[in-house]
């Protein structure tokens, strides 16, 4: 007879109260970890992919997304220990801001940008002496303690906003080489500096505009230089008149709203304001440019020259000296305040404003503060040496400022850059400048080709 076989029942385990909260408690941490980390790599993922996307909106970001890193002596973009920079004949690296064009020479590893003008923006003398720091070039372009200083500084809005300050040296070039000061000076706004022109590849570079233009250095003897129209590097004495061209840099990761970088379509710097500064004005048949905006008052300069009947008028200054003399009527300050002022269809418009005319000759000194010591005032001047002039299509024209109290002499300058003395008795191009109240203004985006309105 077979063995009964007897069936095992099997005991079921029951979790104590200790090993149900043990691995609940377990379940809770896993899980929370496994939200932690998936967070966290998500927040890092998104953190970079708006990081990417920030900084391919940002100047010193498109002008390294855009730009393939080059070696050698090949054109285009170059890096360094201090970050990139623009060598050779480039043609992408044009910024506007503030109505005004730049072109990049640098994005510095901090990510700010260091640009220059496309162009000079005035003509005088270096100084009295040679000293960049007591120079008519540092007190004109940037605020400093001195009187009516900061010229060009006062053509930008909010410049602290925008701009960081742009470190420089005095350094002195013998022969090919750069010798570098000791000393460094910070600035918003400066010049090219030797170092940054020879790194571009100087006559080679796209900073070569073929204008003459001073260079932020001295000589081994100790004098100043400049660009002359072929590129190359030459010395001068501090009397001598060229081109100025701002340098400044731009604070990192600056938006831009638009463009390429290419001259037709330059990098847009996003602004929350602007001045009425190098914006354009349709008054009768003529386009003006402002350059001065003074509280409630635009000062303009004719884009072209003068005409009357739309024929340009050529003439002289007067026939005995350079004052702007309102009274005599040999004189061109008589001209324009009677016989061309009464040919305007737009006088009701204009205003009365001063104009500077002090001496700046060898028995005053070279000082642009020199010009505040002696001023008329009517409806229509001239510029200024010592004005802010973007329109640099005007080619051998005069000025008004006294070259001499009994001299026969008054200033002139040419397309080039370079700043003269001419015969008060040549005939000449004449720019004359004008005032409107801003209240004037009724339409137009100031563009050139939607110049504001009046009417």
């Known amino acids: 007879m077979a063995k009964k076989k007897t069936k095992k029942t099997r005991k079921k385990h029951v979790l104590s109260k200790f090993e149900f909260l043990f691995n609940f408690f377990s379940l809770v941490i896993v899980i929370g970890i496994g939200f932690y980390f998936g967070y966290r790599s998500l927040y890092y993922y998104s953190k970079q992919n708006l990081k990417i996307k920030e900084e391919s909106q940002t100047l010193n970001g498109l002008v390294i997304r855009n730009n393939t890193v080059v070696q050698g002596d090949e054109e285009g973009l170059h890096q360094d220990s201090l970050g990139y920079f623009f060598k050779g004949k480039v043609h992408n690296n044009y910024v506007m801001f503030d109505h005004k064009v730049f072109r990049i020479i640098r994005v510095n590893k901090d990510n700010t940008v260091k640009v220059i003008a496309e162009d000079y923006v005035a003509s005088f003398p270096f100084g009295n002496t040679s000293s960049y720091q007591t120079s008519n070039v540092r007190n004109w372009l940037e605020k400093t303690e001195m009187d009516y200083s900061g010229v060009y500084y006062r053509t930008l809005s909010n410049p602290s906003q925008y701009l960081e300050k742009t470190e ?64 190359s ?13 701002p340098v400044i840099t731009f604070k990192k990761n600056s938006i831009v709203t638009g463009g390429d970088g290419t001259k037709g379509n330059p990098y847009v710097i996003s602004q929350s304001d602007n001045s009425y500064i190098d914006t354009y004005v349709r008054l009768g048949e003529d386009t003006w ?52 002022l009464n040919s305007l269809t737009f006088v009701g418009y204009l205003v009365d404003n001063d104009y500077y005319v002090g001496e700046i000759s060898d028995d005053v000194g070279y000082s642009f503060t020199n010009i505040y010591s002696s001023k008329v005032t009517c409806k229509v001047g001239l510029l200024n040496i010592f004005d802010y002039n973007s329109n640099n299509y005007f080619d051998d024209y005069f000025h008004l400022n006294l070259t001499s109290n009994v001299g026969s002499m008054q200033y002139n300058i040419y397309m080039n850059g370079l700043l003269e003395e001419a015969d008060v008795r040549e005939e000449k191009h004449i720019a004359p400048v004008v005032s409107i109240l801003k209240s004037s203004i009724k339409g137009g985006t100031g563009t050139v080709e939607d110049p504001y309105v009046v009417e």
């Open 289 to 340: 440019r402002v350059f001065e905006d003074q509280n409630d008052k635009l000062k303009l300069y004719t884009y072209g020259y003068l005409k009357m009947q739309g024929q340009e008028v050529f003439r002289n200054y007067s026939t005995t000296n350079s004052i702007f003399n309102l009274e005599d009527k040999d004189n061109i300050a008589y001209f324009l305040n009677t016989t061309y």
């Open 168 to 231: 420089y040296q005095e350094d002195i070039l013998k022969g090919n080489e750069v010798v570098s000061a000791d000393q460094s000076f910070q600035d918003f706004i400066s010049t090219l500096t030797i170092k940054d022109y020879i790194m571009a590849n100087g006559k080679s570079s796209f900073l070569n505009n073929g204008k003459m233009f001073f260079l932020l250095g001295l000589s081994e003897d100790k004098e100043n230089i400049y660009v002359e129209e072929d590129g």
């Open 233 to 245: 590097i030459q010395s001068c004495d501090s009397l001598s008149g060229f081109g100025i061209r």
